[in-house]
């Protein structure tokens, strides 16, 4: 599989993705509902998604599909007939799962369904009640502080009514059955980084992946959060043994640097690829532990009863980038350059998972001669630092290590050479009859 993409295509791809989250920002998005249907739509534009719905009521595990949310309009105005809030304007505004409402209601009884965020008094908060009947408004904090005393009229134009829960699922068949599992949420409205970025960022992956000759099979998942999960988990529990590793895609536009967080096991093949990768790039980026008590889907698919090979793949972790949760979290929160240095990162991870292999050197009796084969070119100084010293160097660590016991991966690790530097010597040598490529 050849995806080595250079820098222009991967600008373009960047482009391509920034653009995509411009289009599915302005959309009001929750765990149901047109929102997310809308959303599907835009990237079945892209990539040919497959739309599951799950009824309301549907026993998953220990939780329930819940009743379908939709809104229409959302306001509150004050005696003067102004609008003070307006869902019209930007979807955070409307606590998430909102129950209908119209009445009229003072400052005091409306305070208590009002949510502002104190330490960024500036930012209207993203806040949902999914499982708790409410309602509510989110606002800044400092608008909350000019509201007077005053009686106002409140408009929830919303519906929870059965219906079902939407999800979008792409399967790409490759050679082998064994599958790759790369998932991300839709349920945020108005948010580009955490959210939107990963559905970006799979929707182009999953297009450049489709026209490939590949080994192994891959499965994208456009799922709600949590929620979705826990029904795409139910609903394929029998086959969750196909899954070879996997990743959740998320927070991938914003300036930080990458982070990845390992699987439950965390020494899964994913959690190997992964940290070699982000190493191999000489860039600076995280790599954390498995922790349940934050993060995203992965607590679904690392749970005990599955303990799944899945980790995650993000910039900053959404509890470390600034914008997390709140109207910041906006079109300037990302990149074009970040979402395509993430897409670089997720591309490499593919390349390593489809071209990694165990060889067996066909000369393991002492080093073959490589001059009189033309693979030892090095004269003078054993210091100079030419490109064809590493090719040496990788050549003989290939040759030494291939005994048909280690991967490409492995040898990679150990000599602290990158992946590609090591395929490139496995692929030379067998080129030159040195090494056998062993099959699995
Ligand atoms: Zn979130």
Not at 18 to 32: A, N, Q
Not at 85 to 111: A, I, M, Q
Not at 286 to 303: L, T, V
Not at 343 to 370: A, H, R, T, W
């Amino acid at each position: 599989m050849e995806i080595l993409l250079k820098d222009p295509i991967l600008r373009d791809i960047g482009r391509q993705m920034y653009e995509l989250i411009g289009r599915l920002y302005p959309i009001c998005r929750s765990i149901t509902g047109e929102g997310v249907r809308d959303t599907l739509e835009i990237i079945r534009e892209h990539i040919p998604l497959e739309v599951h719905e799950v009824p309301t009521g549907t026993r998953v595990f220990d939780w329930t599909v819940p009743e379908e949310w939709n809104i229409r309009d959302a306001y509150i105005k004050n005696s003067k007939g102004e609008k003070i809030v307006d869902f019209r304007k930007t979807n955070l505004h409307v606590l998430g799962y909102s129950v209908p409402v119209r009445g009229k209601f003072s400052l005091e009884e409306l305070r208590e369904h009002i949510f502002t965020s104190p330490e960024h008094p500036d930012r209207i908060p993203y806040r949902t009640s999914y499982y708790n009947r409410n309602w509510g408004f989110c606002m800044s904090h400092v608008r909350y502080e000019q509201l007077e005393e005053d009686t106002y009229e409140v408009v929830i134009d919303s519906e929870l009514k059965k219906g079902s829960l939407t999800y979008g699922e792409m399967y790409i068949k490759g050679a082998c059955e064994e599958e790759v599992l790369f998932t991300c949420y839709t349920c945020h409205p108005s948010m580009c980084n955490d959210n939107l970025s990963g559905i970006a960022l799979l929707t182009l992956l999953a297009k450049k992946l489709s026209g490939i000759d590949l080994k192994y099979s891959y499965r994208f998942l456009f799922i709600p959060e949590t929620i979705g999960a826990v029904t795409w988990l139910c609903l394929n529990e029998n086959n969750v043994s196909r899954i070879k590793c996997g990743l959740g895609a998320y927070c991938l536009g914003d300036r930080g640097g990458l982070t990845y967080k390992r699987s439950r096991s965390g020494d899964a093949i994913i959690d190997r690829i992964a940290e070699k990768v982000l190493g191999d790039s000489g860039q600076p980026h995280r790599i954390i532990d498995f922790n349940p008590a934050y993060g995203s889907d992965e607590r679904q698919f690392c749970s005990p009863g599955f303990d799944l090979p899945v980790g995650s793949l993000t910039r900053s972790p959404s509890h470390v980038f600034d914008e997390y949760h709140s109207s910041a979290d906006n079109l300037d929160a990302v990149s074009a350059e970040h979402l395509a240095d993430s897409m670089e990162k997720y591309i490499e991870i593919v390349s390593v998972i489809e071209n990694d292999g165990k060889y067996e050197s066909l000369n393991p009796k002492c080093e073959p001669q490589l001059g009189k084969r033309g693979l030892y070119s090095k004269i003078g100084s054993k210091y100079s630092k030419t490109e064809n010293e590493a090719d040496e160097m990788a050549m003989l660590w290939v040759l030494n290590m291939s005994d048909g016991t280690y991967s490409v991966l492995d040898i990679a690790v150990r000599s602290g050479m990158t992946f590609r530097e090591i395929k490139s010597a496995a692929d030379i040598l067998s080129r030159n009859g040195l090494l056998r490529k062993v099959e699995e």
